[in-house]
């Protein structure tokens, strides 16, 4: 990474000095500033008018190294015409009110009092060295303005942020991280919604005059909103064009504005949900905003996040060790807890070759339901009258690790805790509960020093590795502090208790984001088990995240969330695309059931090592009734296709299937992993069938692999090796 920066030259200009009649007087002009950052697939430029506020005049593919920053600058303005003002307002880092601009601000601020504040910001300093800082001053209202900017030559991943200080304290309604400018060459944007048991479901916008306005309002990230956006140009798909991606990482309430103006030009800002910010203070700062752009398809974007969170967000507390097999017991046995029958199902998911066994739900207090009980985190002895060590040591007893499930920032109004401290739940007496549950107020340390305790006995006094950290409400209003205070207990057990890995669930999908993924290694992407429903969560989920965080796991024959019956193999294959797991009673399983699911553990377990550092290539499907990806290393010495059919097809025959990412002059050996479970319906005599093919990769991206007839609800599997 590199970043410059230089200073136009001066120019003159009028002084504001009353002069004597017939005197005149120049001063010099403010320098303009200029400032360039470089990842070697990107080039960002910034340039500032005088004292202005810089603003963006370049961001796309890396310009050459002689680039004239001050001609950007000069080159980067638009003309005015009849009903404009006389110069176009800059679309800043953080427009400003006070500068006549036309749209959405950057930062809306009180005095302490109550009073507006409308600040003018000018150039104070700056400082680049590996990264770049520049901050902007505003003396009359004793404000400072901070902008950093962090680039990766890496994962070329641009993270960008703006902490707002003040010399007396004041009440924050809304500071934008640094506002980007979105590509004129864009006829649409792509955003996410969703809801339990279907998350990540993608929208698609025009661009049209206006405001495209987002704001989750729960307290967490949320199943409807995840704060995450995708800017393709014109012709743009998954595997070529350009596009700009965009990801806020904060837990707590956010909010996306994507702008088009009368004159057409548009904007982009990210920041906390307004108001989150209920006390005056001197210092604000936003959450990170993770930028990339891609000159390779919106696959390239989706890459840049995967590699970042994988390499640079998450932190391993075993960095060494293979992504475990997991079985959780959730849907085995929910509250019903009995040790024999947790013993049973540990030594058949053991024979499966789960690794880790999760106890889930029901462990604790006098939880019999979801009605009581949460935050009495103690065993409870009538369930487990010698504590939790005889499960434990059985567990460890089959080569397994042991985890366990917490949902510390809930509390049920029946338990100890909340007849004893009312007061510690967050929001009002009689507010509408969720889940038969209140949040607590973990802006108190008191709730945060208790929840400590509790836990950490639970952790000290057993040999555990593993929490499910749930979160199964939403919150009965947005609140920053709140965010924080989670954030806080989680780095504070994490500090103590390295070796214990944290999953991130909320009533699955609701709470991840790459805030919370600095704190945890998995993430449950949601509560649906339903595998045909699972393709295309994770599909869509594969543009921010990597197989590495992503649980997945076999469910039960008949779907407990959807209802739906669905074939073991097509269950198992789904699974395997992501952190392979199994959450259903393995009692169930006929033979044929547990021959399936054995073979198919036994193939992930074979290839994990490589497919937990592959990308995650979403490829172009030609039969919208099939979902496919390609998953890769960065060599490109091997690669394994998913290609799932979630519908009838329009067509008879399948259409050939593009990979991508391949060396055209290199050939490949691809064979049909699972060609065995072809239907009967499958009459013909496709190579495939027969054995490997060896191909170049220039026919398989240029023309595609030919693959089986196959039912809906049915997976083919592709691996490739290059020879």
């Given at each position: 990474m590199s970043t410059r920066t230089t200073d136009t030259a001066e120019v003159p200009a009028a002084s504001a000095t009353a002069l004597p009649l017939g005197a005149t007087q120049t001063r010099a002009k403010p320098a303009n500033h200029a400032w360039r950052l470089d990842d070697g697939r990107q080039t960002l430029v910034l340039t500032?008018?005088?004292?202005?506020?810089?603003?963006?005049v370049y961001w796309g593919r890396s310009l050459p190294s002689g680039e004239d920053l001050s001609t950007l600058h000069a080159a980067n303005a638009i003309d005015v015409t009849g009903g404009m003002l006389d110069e176009n307002p800059d679309l800043s880092l953080c427009p400003e009110a006070s500068r006549t601009f036309p749209g959405q601000?950057?930062?809306?601020?009180?005095?302490?009092?109550?009073?507006?504040?409308?600040?003018?910001?000018?150039?104070?300093?700056?400082?680049?060295?590996?990264?770049?800082?520049?901050?902007?001053?505003d003396e009359d209202n004793g404000l400072t303005l901070t902008f950093e900017f962090i680039t990766d030559p890496d994962t070329f991943m641009i993270v960008a942020k703006t902490v707002l200080n003040a010399d007396a304290p004041v009440h924050l309604h809304w500071l934008a991280a640094p506002v980007m400018p979105a590509p004129q060459l864009s006829d649409e944007m792509i955003d996410f919604s969703g809801r339990w048991c279907r998350e990540f479901e993608t929208n698609r916008t025009a661009w049209s005059p206006g405001i495209r306005y987002r704001e989750n309002r729960t307290?967490?990230?949320?199943?409807?909103?995840?704060?995450?956006?995708?800017?393709?140009?014109?012709?743009?798909?998954?595997?070529?064009?350009?596009?700009?991606a965009f990801h806020y990482g904060w837990s707590g309430g956010h909010r996306m504005v994507a702008e088009e103006l009368p004159d057409g030009r548009r904007q982009i800002q990210w920041g906390h949900a307004a108001r989150m910010e209920t006390q005056a203070a001197t210092e604000f700062a936003t959450a990170p905003l993770y930028l990339t752009y891609s000159d390779q398809g919106v696959n390239g974007c989706a890459v840049s996040f995967q590699r970042h969170v994988r390499d640079r967000i998450v932190t391993w507390p075993k960095a060494d060790r293979p992504r475990p097999v997991h079985y959780n017991c959730w849907e085995a046995v929910y509250?019903?807890?009995?040790?024999?029958?947790?013993?049973?199902?540990?030594?058949?998911?053991?024979?499966?070759?789960?690794?880790?066994?999760?106890?889930?739900?029901?462990?604790?207090?006098?939880?019999?339901?979801?009605?009581?009980?949460?935050?009495?985190?103690?065993?409870?002895?009538?369930?487990?009258?010698?504590?939790?060590?005889?499960?434990?040591?059985?567990?460890?007893?089959?080569?397994?690790?042991?985890?366990?499930?917490?949902?510390?920032?809930m509390i049920n109004e029946d338990s100890d805790i909340h007849r004893a401290h009312?007061?510690?739940?967050?929001?009002?007496?009689?507010?509408?509960?969720?889940?038969?549950?209140?949040?607590?107020?973990?802006?108190?340390?008191?709730?945060?020093?208790?929840?400590?305790?509790?836990?950490?006995?639970?952790?000290?006094?057993?040999?555990?590795?593993?929490?499910?950290?749930?979160?199964?409400?939403?919150?009965?209003?947005?609140?920053?502090?709140?965010?924080?205070?989670?954030?806080?207990?989680?780095?504070?057990?994490?500090?103590?208790?390295?070796?214990?890995?944290?999953?991130?669930?909320?009533?699955?999908?609701?709470?991840?984001?790459?805030?919370i993924l600095k704190r945890t290694q998995r993430v449950w992407l949601s509560d649906s088990n339903d595998a045909l429903e699972r393709l295309n969560i994770q599909h869509n989920a594969a543009?921010?995240?990597?197989?590495?965080?992503?649980?997945?796991?076999?469910?039960?024959?008949?779907?407990h969330t959807s209802g739906r019956t669905l074939d073991i193999s097509f269950r198992a294959w789904v699974a395997a695309q992501?952190?392979?797991?199994?959450?259903?009673?393995?009692?169930?399983?006929?033979?044929?059931?547990?021959?399936?699911?054995?073979?198919?553990?036994?193939?992930?377990?074979?290839?994990r090592t490589w497919m937990e550092?592959?990308?995650?290539?979403?490829?172009?499907?030609?039969?919208?009734?099939?979902?496919?990806?390609?998953?890769?290393?960065?060599?490109?010495?091997?690669?394994?296709v998913f290609a799932g059919k979630g519908a009838t097809s329009a067509q008879i025959s399948p259409r050939p299937l593009r990979l991508t990412g391949l060396d055209p002059d290199a050939m490949y050996e691809v064979a049909l992993v699972n060609r065995g479970t072809a239907p009967a319906l499958s009459r013909g005599t496709p190579a495939l069938k027969d054995g490997p093919l060896t191909l170049s990769g220039a026919y398989l991206m240029h023309h595609g692999v030919t693959l089986p007839w196959s039912f809906p609800e049915t997976m083919w599997v592709l691996e490739g090796h290059r020879l």
């Open positions: 500032a008018t005088g004292e202005r506020l810089p603003q963006v601000p950057g930062l809306i601020v009180r005095m302490k009092d109550g009073t507006p504040l409308l600040p003018k910001f000018c150039f104070d300093s700056y400082e680049n060295g590996k990264d770049l800082t520049i901050r902007y001053r307290g967490r990230t949320g199943h409807e909103h995840f704060p995450g956006l995708i800017v393709p140009c014109v012709g743009a798909t998954n595997t070529r064009g350009e596009a700009y509250f019903d807890h009995k040790l024999d029958v947790l013993c049973d199902i540990a030594d058949r998911a053991a024979n499966l070759g789960a690794e880790r066994f999760v106890l889930d739900d029901g462990w604790f207090g006098n939880r019999d339901d979801d009605t009581r009980a949460l935050s009495d985190w103690e065993v409870d002895p009538r369930k487990y009258p010698d504590g939790l060590t005889p499960l434990i040591e059985h567990v460890h007893s089959l080569d397994m690790t042991f985890g366990i499930w917490f949902e510390p920032e009312p007061d510690w739940a967050l929001g009002s007496e009689d507010q509408t509960l969720g889940r038969q549950q209140k949040a607590l107020n973990m802006a108190l340390p008191e709730v945060r020093d208790f929840l400590y305790d509790r836990m950490s006995a639970v952790l000290r006094d057993h040999a555990i590795d593993y929490i499910k950290w749930d979160h199964n409400r939403v919150l009965p209003m947005p609140d920053a502090a709140q965010t924080r205070g989670s954030y806080a207990l989680i780095d504070r057990l994490r500090a103590d208790f390295p070796h214990v890995e944290i999953e991130s669930c909320a009533s699955g999908g609701g709470r991840i984001d790459f805030g543009l921010f995240l990597p197989l590495s965080i992503t649980g997945s796991h076999v469910g039960p024959r008949r779907c992501r952190h392979m797991g199994f959450e259903m009673d393995p009692r169930e399983l006929d033979d044929y059931e547990v021959r399936v699911l054995s073979e198919v553990t036994s193939w992930w377990k074979h290839n550092d592959a990308d995650i290539l979403r490829l172009d499907s030609p039969d919208p009734a099939v979902l496919a990806e390609q998953q890769m290393p960065q060599d490109a010495s091997r690669f394994v």
